[in-house]
């Protein structure tokens, strides 16, 4: 993958999911100062790098996921 395609980074924190380049430096769905994991998925199994990784981005079914691109 080169460095300039967007990637899905999500907030370990409020676990907001975001397609970008780059990570952010502030959360646009808590605002605060969060670490970022990439959830780029890079398996053909969850749709390849167009797709969030779902082993990386599911959680509990209560919590709403936010996404944006």
């Known amino acids: 993958m080169e460095a300039l395609e967007?990637?899905?980074w999500f907030c370990s924190e409020c676990r907001y999911l975001l397609q970008a380049r780059w990570a952010p430096q502030d959360c646009p769905g808590c605002g605060?100062?969060?670490s970022f994991v990439d959830a780029t998925c890079y398996t053909p199994e969850c749709?390849?790098?167009?797709?969030?990784d779902p082993l990386i981005?599911?959680?509990?079914?209560?919590?709403?996921?936010?996404w944006i691109r």
């Open 32 to 34: 605060a100062k969060c």
């Open 57 to 66: 981005v599911c959680g509990p079914a209560s919590q709403p996921r936010q």
């Open 6 to 8: 967007e990637r899905w």
């Open 47 to 52: 749709g390849g790098p167009r797709n969030p």
